[in-house]
């Protein structure tokens, strides 16, 4: 059986379309039931099951094998790097990764960020060769700028909805971030006759390319 | 008998119970019982079938470890203060070590050595992923490895042939190995036109698994067709193949050079395979690529179902003793003893009984 660990939230809800016009089978109630675990059937492919999991800890259910494939943001992909295939840019749910803040904030004064992503924000800030401690927040990053934790933040940004609404804007912008096939190395290898149609009609779906054809 | 340990509970916020380095691993009675067992059941099989068990110092010079050019920086192995200004390593990997035992009894006696090996090895830990047994930088592994050293590549596929008998000698089921050259990749990569600095980018990207990666810096300088398809479209079982995916790329490569010589060297290890109707165990993928520069023919990954990474690792490495002063060819593989273990229902324990 095939096992599938989708990122809850933004980036299932954006990559499921994509996956119904590749033909994938899909579960009949992704967004109306609060199970975590979806089954559902192929002719060809037979059984599956759809895992809804924290974005973070889909590409640890695909390393470890329990999740053949997973769907999940290049953002986590880069903070984390587990070891997983990349396989497929699916496109969807995209948004950018951004150094923001307050709009009178200079780029060199700036000597505090907080921050879910410490390990590129630690890349990006030496790349610019800029001395800053960084604060790691699990979520609502905003509010860090506002309430003066830090001078600015280091977070997706998707429309500039909630940056506006903070008060706060983009400095700079960046990695452009979007949904990513990921899968297991031993799947990739072991399960290659299932695979490879589903790869197939993805990557049909979103280029008009090759790739897994 | 009920023996008593403490004479009050010990809990776990108590912090007076001494503590060890994140990622490394203590192993109890039962499963220190069942790694041993394994342990003792592979060597016991390698030695069976020729080769000699010897034993390298956990400890290895910084000497060593760069003569390897092995990809790991000395930051991501332990380091030891042996005396001031001398560092020495706590060995990430087998190899080195045993090529640097091994060249100069090469030098001495110029015949084959078929050594085989049970070692821990250990490396930093990097992110909180690389303490999972499964990782490719696990922190510590046990491996029971094989070594041919002053042997050709004719012998290419006996040693294939040997880690799958000694995973069949275990009932390990369904494994498969993916077998791939340290050169073919390379080699087509250039025949379709790309430049050695891309490549060299590119093949890391493969190392990562970075698949979309490769794809957007090939479609950049050769948009006309997938190289990666073409890649993974190679298989020796079919020799025309490499042919066809050069057309593909609209590239014609003269049959001397070196991408057919590597294209024969994989071809005649496929049929070598057919010639025993073992085809459904052996698959070719020239994606698959590792992050080990003195690998120079054939390298392979072995997978087994039920766990996530490879159980098996292994290549050839015909450079690697010249560098501690034996020129001779080399190849080898080891088996993950803590993956193993998730997929080996039934062993036996040192007495002979049954552990399951």
Request: with cysteine; net charge negative; aromatic share 8%.
């Amino acid at each position: 059986m095939l096992t599938i660990a989708l990122a809850k939230g933004r980036t299932a809800e954006d990559t499921l379309p994509l996956l119904e016009q590749s033909g994938w089978p899909l579960a009949e109630n992704f967004f109306t039931s609060r199970a975590l675990v979806f089954p559902a059937h192929s002719p060809i492919l037979g059984e599956l099951q759809y895992l809804l999991a924290k974005p973070m800890d889909v590409p640890t259910y695909v390393q470890y094998g329990v999740a053949d494939l997973g769907i999940v943001g290049k953002d986590i992909l880069l903070e984390q790097q587990s070891d997983v295939y990349e396989l497929i840019n699916l496109g969807t749910a995209r948004c950018t990764l951004c150094l923001a803040g307050k709009p009178e904030t200079k780029m060199n004064q700036i000597r505090r960020v907080a921050t879910k992503y410490p390990r590129l924000a630690e890349a990006y800030f030496r790349s610019e060769g800029l001395s800053v401690e960084l604060v790691e927040l699990g979520g609502s990053i905003e509010l860090a700028a506002v309430i003066g934790l830090a001078d600015a933040i280091f977070d997706l940004v998707q429309t500039g909805a909630t940056l506006a609404a903070n008060g706060l804007q983009v400095l700079h912008e960046c990695h452009k971030i979007s949904a990513r096939l990921i899968a297991n190395r031993s799947s990739f290898r072991l399960k290659q006759d299932k695979l490879e149609p589903l790869l197939v009609a993805l990557q049909k779906a979103t280029t008009d390319g090759e790739g897994w054809i | 008998m009920n023996r008593v340990f403490f004479e009050e509970p010990a809990t776990f916020s108590g912090s007076n119970n001494g503590d060890r380095p994140a990622g490394l691993r203590d192993a109890y009675p039962s499963y220190a019982s069942k790694r041993r067992a394994l342990e003792i059941q592979l060597v016991d099989y390698f030695e069976q079938r020729g080769c000699s068990l010897v034993s390298a110092s956990a400890i290895e010079s910084l000497d060593t470890f760069w003569r390897a050019k092995t990809s790991l920086s000395v930051d991501d192995a332990y380091q030891i203060l042996m005396a001031p200004g001398k560092l020495a390593v706590l060995r990430p990997e087998m190899t080195p070590s045993i090529a640097r035992m091994a060249a100069p009894v090469l030098q001495q006696h110029p015949q084959p050595l078929y050594w085989c090996y049970a070692e821990r090895v250990y490396r930093k830990p990097g992110s909180v992923s690389s303490w999972s047994e499964l990782a490719v930088d696990a922190v510590e592994s046990t491996q029971v490895g094989v070594e041919w050293m002053g042997v050709s590549e004719a012998a290419d596929a006996d040693l294939l042939l040997l880690c799958h008998e000694a995973l069949q000698q275990l009932s390990v089921q369904g494994a498969r190995t993916v077998v791939s050259h340290a050169r073919l990749a390379v080699l087509f990569l250039n025949a379709a036109g790309i430049s050695e600095d891309v490549i060299a980018k590119s093949l890391q990207q493969l190392v990562r698994g970075d698949y979309v990666g490769f794809q957007e810096l090939m479609m950049t300088y050769h948009s006309s067709v997938s190289l990666l398809t073409c890649l993974r479209q190679l298989n020796p079982y079919d020799s025309e193949s490499l042919e066809r995916q050069l057309e593909r790329c609209g590239q014609a490569v003269q049959k001397n050079t070196e991408l057919y010589q590597v294209w024969n060297t994989v071809v005649s290890i496929a049929k070598q395979i057919t010639e025993l109707g073992r085809q459904q165990e052996y698959t070719f993928d020239f994606t698959l690529t590792r992050n080990i520069a003195y690998y120079t023919g054939i390298l392979f990954e072995t997978f087994a179902p039920g766990v996530g990474a490879p159980i098996a690792l292994g290549g050839r490495y015909d450079e690697l003793l010249k560098q501690y002063g034996a020129d001779a060819p080399a190849v080898g593989f080891v088996l993950e003893l803590e993956r193993l273990l998730n997929v080996v229902a039934s062993t036996t324990n040192r007495g002979g009984e049954s552990l399951c």
